[in-house]
């Protein structure tokens, strides 16, 4: 069965800094990956997909993901952080039928 | 940007008493789920939802629990009598129509409802 580690439960980070949160998967068959980001009060939205072909993707807000398939990894990062971009994180993995299964999520604190 | 809705964001309720959930998805997606988190724990699948049937379930969705799409827009997730393990939040997602390769969509969420059971 698939699973979904995020070894990071919380990270610091000051404003402006960079920012990488570790993904690490498990999937018996080639991965579809995602991360999705959680505001306080707010649903699930979703920040970059992993399908196939380029293994570093674009998302939102600035982010951006790399699939490393040797590493089973798909570490998110952001070169600049914002005050903003307080939130807790998700990395999920698809398995059939579109049933995502989550990582435990990594909380991002930034500070001023 | 379409949405999906959920309310009531926030219900409180008594150790076996019914609740029930209510979903709107986004008006042209055709298949429907629903997710939960316990806090300070993963996000969990608990069922898939297609053509008015449950397409699959997790073994958490045991039968105090029910999905209904009762009148082509409303999506509801009803758990029977509720215990304390229930509390948790509760998240409604669908995706389109169109699904010409598996994973080609993505799942869009809404932003949930938390269930307190006291």
């Known amino acids: 069965a698939q699973s979904v580690t995020q070894p990071d439960i919380h990270i610091t980070v000051s404003e402006g800094a960079s920012l990488e949160l570790r993904c690490n998967y498990s999937?018996?068959?080639?991965?579809?990956l995602f991360w999705y980001v959680q505001s306080p009060g707010q649903g699930l939205q979703l920040l970059l997909k992993y399908f196939s072909g380029d293994t570093l993707v674009q998302g939102i807000k600035g982010f951006e993901a790399e699939f490393k398939r040797s590493q089973s990894s798909f570490n998110l990062r952001k070169p600049s952080v914002h005050w903003s971009d307080a939130a807790e994180y998700f990395c999920a993995v698809e398995a059939a039928g579109n049933k995502l299964t989550f990582g435990g999520g990594t909380r991002v604190l930034v500070k001023p | 940007e379409p949405e999906v809705t959920q309310t009531p964001s926030h219900q409180v309720t008594q150790m076996g008493q019914e609740v029930i959930l209510r979903c709107v998805p986004i008006?042209?997606?055709?298949?429907f789920y629903w997710y939960r988190q316990i806090l300070g724990q993963k996000v969990e699948f608990l069922v898939s939802?297609?053509?008015?049937?449950?397409?699959?379930k997790s073994e958490i969705f045991d039968d105090q629990f029910s999905v209904e799409r009762p009148d082509g827009s409303n999506f509801t997730l009803k758990i029977r009598s509720t215990k304390l393990e229930d509390s948790a939040m509760y998240f409604c997602?669908?995706?389109?129509?169109?699904?010409?390769?598996?994973?080609?969509?993505?799942?869009?969420f809404g932003a949930g409802s938390r269930l307190t059971v006291l």
């Open positions: 939802f297609y053509n008015n049937e449950i397409s699959e």
């Open positions: 008006s042209n997606h055709l298949y």
């Open positions: 997602a669908s995706i389109p129509r169109d699904r010409a390769t598996a994973g080609a969509n993505v799942l869009t």
């Open positions: 999937y018996g068959a080639t991965p579809y």
